[in-house]
């Protein structure tokens, strides 16, 4: 769907159940989060696009199209993708307590999308194989300079220069094992960062397996999951 259109099915929702304060914070905040992809912006706050069933039971009655809304809502994501390749979500607080917990140094972002995180880190070499591009969006347009590589190719090349790598929102593939072994191999002496949901929508059932994984309280308190996706953000060793 496209974007426009998105904003405009929650702006008939909010007229239906614009008497309803939580309604209508949660709309605006939605709102606000496309928006601001759309301008290459990286959102205030990521909202929780649920309701509580206490909620739903009490105004369900009234407002029938609440449970169309709920729908709605949950299609969040879907928009991102399709529209602006972004499949990770944040907030600026959360990008501002993330950059304090890198080494100084450089950055290595792999599978970065559409670099919307890569774009707002100091020093950084942001790296995808946009192989996605064929499958949910169709329209890459990178926020800053991405350079076209496999992932593990790119970790090959550049691991002496970086201080972070970065590994965000990896498909479920065997590539983040071998960036893993190949980087204990090495005995690269930087930080290994993934971003993404532990045993389940990305990378590789491999690489969790075998993977030490450190979760910073400081990161992930702002880390908010905003739908079923309960992605974090974890130091690899």
Known sequence: MEWQKYLARLRYYDRMCGNLPTVH???????????????????????KLSFSAHY?????????????????????RQVLIENFGIWHV???????????????GKTLVVMCGNAALAA????????????????????????CDVKRADA???????????????????????CDRAILDFLRAQKWPGDLIVIGEAKGATNSPQF????KLGRPPAVNALHRPFDFIHDQVFWVK
Not at 38 to 43: A, M
């Open 90 to 104: 944040f907030s600026r607080a959360w990008l501002a307590s993330f950059k304090q917990q890198l080494k100084p």
């Open 152 to 174: 593990l190719v790119a970790v090959q090349k550049y691991y002496q220069q970086v201080d972070n790598i970065i590994l965000e929102w990896a498909p479920e593939t065997t």
């Open 56 to 76: 739903l039971e009490l105004h369900m009655t009234k407002h029938p199209e609440l449970f169309e809304l709920v729908s709605c809502l949950n299609d969040l």
């Open 208 to 211: 969790w397996q075998t993977a």
């Open 25 to 47: 914070q949660k709309i605006a905040q939605v709102q606000a989060v496309v928006k601001a992809y759309s301008r290459h912006e990286i959102p205030q706050e990521v909202p």
């Open 120 to 143: 707002n880190l100091p020093n950084v070499i942001a790296v995808d194989d946009f192989d996605w591009q064929a499958q949910d969006n169709t329209r890459p347009h990178p926020w």
